[in-house]
């Protein structure tokens, strides 16, 4: 059986670690396509270097450009792969643009569509992730779940139960396989800055990176949490810092160059907080027992709000960053560990495929 996976950003390189050697202990036959979504050598190279991942059969160069025209490009550039191929299936993970574009060119091609964390809702049509979460679920065969709630959103929607298949987290396969080899790194900065308590940042999305109110509140609210609270620690993602310089908005925190998977588990490891916008990141501080200001009105994982792992932080309200932190600091236990499964959903996943 041939397998064409469509990647492009660092959560998607994580999560098909753990399936691409899923899929190949069974002998499927995988071809890897990075669109180059994540275009920066630290947001992507580095990836399949630490985690083994399988050689791309196609790096494509559809990075830096807006959401219309990365689809377009991706659309234009995956059809003649995809016809050379000839694949039994696609594989698509998450909601980013290469996600949707995977989705659309496999429909295009009448391929089987297979989508791993299927069933996400934010219920925020501002977002992009959104619409292409939708959008790809809509056009999928097997639509694989990480929680009961995913699989309920599906079934609300109109979604066959036979289509659906909850398998739980491949993040936490993927963190189960690699956190005995998370380390330190020389461009993480010096190893005494992580003795003591400090906050790991990470910033993103287009929501809070694309207007400069709002940019300009979150830089406010970290630089003064980084002065009064404990020192922050920010691996730079490159869109936030061309925001940050197109706005003239200047942060005061530690700030370092993108890091990987490796490099930012031990991060995890070491860290008193996170404050994220990441979907991932927020996942992955609950499997490290690190409570986590969610910086976005609404999360697609509810259930760490539900929990009280995670608390939400919403630019558009202008709370306060510090009182906000500092309760869910207080008041974090750490939980259960099988809310997103047992850390087999890669296993899962490959079973259900037959």
């Known amino acids: 059986m041939k397998v064409v996976t469509v990647v492009g950003a660092r959560p998607q ?17 995988e071809f890897v396509i990075h669109t180059g979504q994540h275009y920066d050598p630290e947001m992507s190279t580095v990836f ?3 985690m083994s991942l399988p050689k791309p059969y196609a790096i494509l160069n559809c990075g830096n450009l807006s959401r219309d025209a990365m689809l ?11 016809e050379a191929i000839q694949p039994d299936m696609a594989l698509v993970y998450g909601d980013t643009n290469s996600t949707l574009a995977g989705a659309r060119m496999a429909q295009e091609c009448n391929v089987p569509l297979i989508h791993v964390e299927a069933g996400l809702r934010s219920y925020n049509l501002e977002m992009p992730e959104e619409h292409n979460r939708i959008e790809s679920d809509q056009l999928s065969k097997w639509l694989f779940t990480p929680t009961s709630q995913a699989s309920e959103n599906l079934k609300k929607e109109g979604f066959s139960d036979n289509a659906i298949t909850q398998v739980g987290d491949v993040m936490l396969d993927a963190l189960q396989m690699f956190r005995s080899k998370a380390a330190h790194t020389l461009k993480m900065g010096p190893h005494s800055f992580f003795n003591k308590p400090f906050a790991l940042v990470t910033m993103h999305r287009f929501e809070n990176i694309s207007q400069p109110e709002r940019l300009g509140f979150l830089v406010r609210e970290i630089n003064s949490f980084h002065r009064n609270v404990m020192p922050v620690w920010m691996p730079l993602h490159p869109a936030t ?23 930012m588990l031990w ?12 979907g991932g990141l927020q996942k992955e501080a609950y499997y490290s027992d690190k409570p986590c200001v969610t910086l976005r009105g609404e999360t697609e994982w509810i259930e760490l709000i539900e929990m009280g792992a995670s608390v939400l932080f919403d630019p558009n309200k202008t709370e306060k960053l510090i009182p906000t932190a500092r309760g869910i600091i207080s008041s974090f ?3 259960s560990k099988d809310l997103y499964g047992a850390g087999r959903a890669s296993q899962a996943i490959v079973a259900a495929l037959g």
């Open 267 to 278: 991060a995890l490891q070491q860290t008193t907080l996170v404050l994220t916008d990441s």
């Open 72 to 82: 377009s490009k991706m659309k234009t550039d995956l059809k003649p792969i995809f």
């Open 333 to 335: 236990k750490p939980g």
């Open 241 to 263: 810092a061309v925001r940050l310089e197109e706005f003239g908005l200047k942060l005061e925190v530690k700030i370092a160059p993108p890091v990987g998977y490796l490099e």
């Open 13 to 29: 390189f994580i999560k098909s670690a753990p399936v691409s050697r899923a899929l190949q202990s069974v002998g499927y036959q």
């Open 48 to 50: 399949f270097e630490e």
